[in-house]
């Protein structure tokens, strides 16, 4: 064997050697983009907010005789402007009326 047969012969094995090389390469980038593609987890629901107005009124309406001003700001904790605020749109939208002078009952 002379050298250019014994470089030919390792030319092929380094080309067959590379193609493996070349096959493993894809095999692996093909595994990784399924790796990094995880399962979507299942969407959160959203919790129910309640509004400043509903709890005004599911106090409002829980009441036999009306609620005042100042229950409602003890049982809210809110500042005495946002409860009038609250009571005069909730008013105008028909939601409650006023069973006397400073007391509320809800619409039935």
Do not use: C, W
């Not at 629901?45 to 409002?60: C, E, F, Y």
């Not at 309406?61 to 001003?69: A, C, H, I, L, P």
């Not at 005495?80 to 009326?97: A, D, E, M, S, Y």
């Amino acid at each position: 064997m002379t050298i250019q047969t014994e470089l030919t012969a390792v030319q092929k094995k380094l080309t067959t050697i590379k193609l493996k090389v070349d096959n493993l390469i894809a095999a692996v980038e093909k595994s990784n983009t399924k790796v990094a593609k995880a399962p979507k987890a299942p969407a959160k629901k959203n919790a129910v907010r309640v509004t400043d107005t509903d709890q005004v009124l599911n106090i409002i309406n829980r009441s036999k005789n009306g609620v005042d001003t100042a229950t409602l700001m003890k049982k809210t904790g809110f500042d005495q402007k946002k409860v009038r605020n609250i009571l005069h749109r909730t008013f105008k939208q028909g939601k409650i009326k006023r069973a006397e002078k400073g007391i509320y009952v809800g619409v039935k």
